[in-house]
């Protein structure tokens, strides 16, 4: 598929296309998280931390790919490249998005996802550290805190890209394309 075709079916239905293959699998590990942060229990605490560890990076990765069809779309006719393949770690995501748009909610949620890694860095690298039970519940229960907030605000940041696309594609130029390639 040529890259306009792309980008012109991109900004159309950009959930459909940004989205990772499979989204139930996002709801499924959320559930499987908070059901076991609800045990109360330190293995609990464990397992849903470092589901909300996996999950704040698949949020991560996500922002960034809305930024980047975001200003692919305001660029219009000029091409942008983009390429995902050196973001393969928490620090990498954090990075990127200093490249990024600055959109709704964004340094509130990279400020909680740092402090979130900060937090399972501590609990998984640094676990005997925390001696005891207590400490390791309380550090998993801040990490869960942080997810929650990072959750909220990517719902926030998602409205705004969303209204903002909306924007573009009622411009003429994104009309004549939409026509050109029969999304009505």
Same mark, same amino acid.
């Given at each position: #598929?040529?890259?306009?075709?792309?980008?012109? /079916?991109?900004?159309?239905?950009?959930?459909?296309?940004?989205?990772?293959?499979?989204?139930?699998?996002?709801?499924?590990?959320?559930? +499987? =998280?908070?059901?076991?942060?609800?045990?109360?229990?330190?293995?609990?605490?464990?397992?849903?931390?470092?589901?909300?560890?996996?999950?704040?990076?698949?949020?991560?990765?996500?922002?960034?790919?809305?930024?980047?069809?975001?200003?692919?779309? /305001?660029?219009?006719?000029?091409?942008?490249?983009?390429?995902?393949?050196?973001?393969?770690?928490?620090?990498?995501?954090?990075?990127?998005? =200093?490249?990024?748009?600055?959109? %709704?909610?964004? %340094?509130?949620?990279?400020?909680? =996802?740092?402090?979130?890694?900060?937090?399972?860095?501590?609990?998984?690298?640094?676990?005997?550290?925390?001696? +005891?039970?207590?400490?390791?519940?309380?550090?998993?229960?801040? +990490?869960?805190?942080?997810?929650?907030? +990072?959750?909220?605000?990517?719902?926030? =940041? #998602?409205?705004?890209?969303?209204?903002?696309?909306?924007?573009?594609?009622?411009?003429?130029?994104?009309? /004549?394309?939409?026509?050109?390639?029969?999304?009505?």
């Amino acid at each position: #598929m040529k890259y306009e075709e792309k980008l012109v /079916r991109s900004v159309k239905n950009p959930d459909g296309y940004l989205w990772w293959e499979d989204t139930s699998t996002f709801s499924y590990l959320d559930g +499987i =998280a908070n059901d076991s942060y609800l045990k109360g229990t330190t293995q609990g605490f464990l397992t849903a931390a470092i589901i909300y560890h996996q999950l704040t990076e698949k949020i991560l990765l996500l922002l960034i790919q809305y930024s980047d069809l975001f200003l692919q779309a /305001r660029a219009y006719p000029a091409k942008l490249d983009t390429s995902y393949n050196d973001l393969d770690s928490f620090g990498k995501l954090i990075k990127r998005h =200093a490249t990024t748009v600055v959109f %709704s909610k964004k %340094s509130r949620i990279i400020k909680n =996802a740092v402090h979130l890694n900060d937090l399972r860095v501590q609990l998984v690298h640094k676990i005997h550290e925390l001696e +005891i039970e207590e400490n390791i519940d309380s550090v998993a229960i801040q +990490i869960h805190d942080n997810f929650e907030r +990072i959750f909220q605000d990517w719902k926030e =940041a #998602m409205k705004w890209f969303h209204a903002q696309l909306d924007l573009l594609k009622s411009q003429p130029t994104w009309q /004549r394309l939409f026509e050109k390639y029969s999304f009505r």
